[in-house]
């Protein structure tokens, strides 16, 4: 489980061997190029999805826990099933990217609604953020975060060695357990402090020590990615099988995913701090 932050990722050399007795024909050998590709078709996937939870929520608010409640059993249920048997790739991963997509969108239309009644009437970065919406703002920030930490490995940079990947791993699971035991509490009307956006609704201390936490999460979900192009990388050169081209955009997906979630909270965070100066 340290070998990768992204449980999707824990195991590759296993996962190879399992597909393998010797290396797999070149023509159906998995490439770089075949993980980007399926990535890209899981983004885009994933947004439609996101447009569609996005106006669903919007017409039924009360949709919003029934989709996060719905999308923790769901994904957590594709990620297990994914872990023990990879060749399922294919199958799970584009309703994964639908299921994610369509919480990713309920959430995102929560924030606006929020941001929308909090901030009405204000003029400057509201009034802008209000009409345009956190989406995009969110979007931009996944983008550049994946393109600055690709640029990063390639130049060698930032290297996934083992204390590396040991460290990562750490952090990531400390985080989702107090992530879980978040969602746990929030079913009694109890918080952890700072962590859960109530701290941004507070205002002052509160809400510039919720902001700083939020962003150290985000560089946790970026370094993330750095291992994940590692294993990629280790999967190519090992000879896996085109199937694992999928594993692998599945994994890429399940970080990008938590980027934007973080950049969402990052940027009402913001939103909060500096509209009520306008």
């Known amino acids: ?21 010797g290396r797999t024909a ?16 899981l983004v885009l996937v994933a947004c439609v999805s996101g447009a569609g939870g996005y106006t669903l929520v919007t017409a039924m608010p009360s949709l919003m826990w029934i989709s996060a409640i719905t999308a923790f059993i769901i994904c ?70 994946t ?3 690709l640029g990063l490995y390639r130049a060698g940079i930032v290297r996934p060695t083992a204390g590396f990947k040991a460290a990562v ?15 746990v509490l929030s079913f009694f009307g109890m918080q952890i402090p700072y962590l859960s956006l109530g701290s941004a609704l507070e205002g002052g201390t509160a809400a ?4 700083g936490i939020n962003a150290i999460i985000l560089v946790v979900a970026a370094l993330t990615l750095v291992v994940d192009f590692g ?5 190519v050169e090992s000879g896996s ?23 969402v909270k990052i940027i009402f965070r913001l939103a909060l701090i500096f509209g009520r100066r306008d």
């Open 1 to 21: 489980m340290w070998n990768s932050s992204n449980p999707a990722l824990s195991n590759v050399d296993a996962l190879s061997t399992l597909f393998q007795d």
């Open 26 to 41: 070149r023509s159906d050998q998995a490439t770089l190029t075949g993980v980007v590709n399926r990535t890209g078709l």
């Open 76 to 145: 957590l249920g594709m990620g297990f099933v994914l872990r023990g048997n990879p060749r399922l790739a294919p199958v799970i991963a584009v309703p994964y990217a639908i299921v994610e997509g369509v919480f990713l969108g309920a959430f995102t239309s929560v924030i606006d609604r929020t941001l929308a009644s909090m901030l009405a009437g204000r003029a400057g970065m509201a009034e802008s953020l209000t009409s345009m919406g956190v989406a995009l703002p969110a979007l931009v920030i996944t983008l550049s975060v």
């Open 147 to 149: 393109v600055a930490m």
């Open 169 to 183: 791993g750490a952090a990531v699971i400390g985080i989702m357990i107090a992530y879980l035991l978040g969602f």
């Open 208 to 211: 510039w020590i919720g902001l």
């Open 231 to 235: 294993e990629i990388d280790s999967m």
């Open 241 to 263: 099988p085109k199937v694992m081209e999928w594993y692998g955009a599945f994994a890429l997906l399940v970080s990008l995913a938590w980027i934007y979630f973080e950049a």
